[in-house]
């Protein structure tokens, strides 16, 4: 497994040119569906991304079967039923902060709007989202964001008989925690 993190964390570096990078192999990707029968939530610390300083573009890769629930059966479910992980086995991001060039990062929190083309279950979309951009400490950059999908939107369908069970929207809350490439 650590090995497939490894993989995608090249890829990852390798679409993204030469500059002043920063990456990270343990970022958190949280997500939360909410409906009145249950709350669904799943966790994923394998993030792999990058962010280049120089230019403003950032990768994301998200390995599905590392997203990990409170209930063994819901997450078999997710895998084998939803997002398909051995067909799907990724989820990847790829885009440009915004208004890089005015961007000016400090320990206090930098509002940055990012676009660029998420595809998950093999479908890819342009998004925008909201986020914000610190910088603790030299050599240290963290990315907090939270937005929200549309299963439809990527084509996930949710069988008839649990439908009142999960969203049909899901939040997204992403926390990364990059430090400087030597």
């Known amino acids: 497994m650590k090995k497939l993190v490894l993989v995608a964390g090249l890829i990852c570096l390798g679409t993204i040119g030469f500059g002043q990078k920063y990456m990270t192999r343990t970022g958190i990707i949280h ?11 799943a966790l994923n610390n394998q993030a792999s991304s990058v962010i280049n300083m120089e230019n403003g ?14 209930k063994a059966l819901m997450q078999e479910h997710f895998n084998e ?21 005015s961007l000016k990062l400090s320990t206090k929190p930098t509002d940055v709007t990012i676009k660029g083309q998420l595809t998950i279950h093999g479908v890819t979309k342009d998004i925008e989202v909201k ?3 610190t910088e603790p400490s030299a050599g240290k950059i963290t990315g907090l964001s939270t937005f929200s999908i549309k299963l439809v939107d990527y084509n996930i369908e949710v ?24």
């Open 159 to 182: 069988p008839s008989a649990v439908k009142n069970n999960i969203s049909e929207t899901i939040e997204i809350k992403v926390k990364m925690n990059y430090e400087k490439m030597d």
């Open 81 to 101: 039923k939803y997002v398909e992980s051995e067909k799907f086995p990724k989820a990847t991001f790829k885009g440009m902060i915004q208004n890089f060039a």
């Open 131 to 133: 986020g914000t951009l």
């Open 57 to 70: 573009e950032m990768a994301f890769t998200i390995l599905m079967k590392a997203f990990s629930f409170e």
């Open 31 to 41: 997500f939360f569906s909410a409906t009145t029968v249950e709350n669904i939530e």
